[in-house]
């Protein structure tokens, strides 16, 4: 099993800026992917970024492009998302999670950390 712990959520303006963590335990070494998903009220939780584990491979949704760095810090277990240019639009539980290497899916979750954006 893999262990995940967020942190860094909070209150932003929008304009603003917050870093989110998280940190990994236990069989690290299966990781192959980690990613940071979001849900809103109402609405589906959305794939915000992910980063391979070896080879850092990175994606980005559309709505966050330009605005969220994912990177990753294999000495530490931990993934980050820097988020600036915070809209309101961005408030969510923001979730992390991990595929394992010969998966398919997103195997292990965090226990989310809340992001609230003022206008």
């Known amino acids: 099993q893999v262990q995940l712990v967020e942190s860094g959520g909070g209150l932003a303006q929008a304009g603003g800026s917050l870093r989110l963590s998280c940190a990994a335990s236990g069989r690290t070494f299966s990781m192959y992917k980690m990613g940071w998903f979001r849900q809103a009220p109402g609405k589906e939780r959305e794939l915000v970024a992910s980063i391979t584990w070896i080879g850092g491979t990175i994606y980005y949704a559309d709505s966050v492009k330009g605005r969220f760095t994912i990177s990753r810090d294999p000495a530490k277990n931990t993934v980050y998302l820097q988020m600036n240019s915070l809209e309101p639009e961005d408030t969510a539980v923001y979730y992390c999670?991990?595929?394992?290497?010969?998966?398919?899916?997103?195997?292990?979750w965090g226990q989310g950390t809340q992001v609230t954006v003022s206008s």
């Open positions: 999670g991990v595929v394992l290497a010969g998966s398919t899916r997103y195997d292990y």
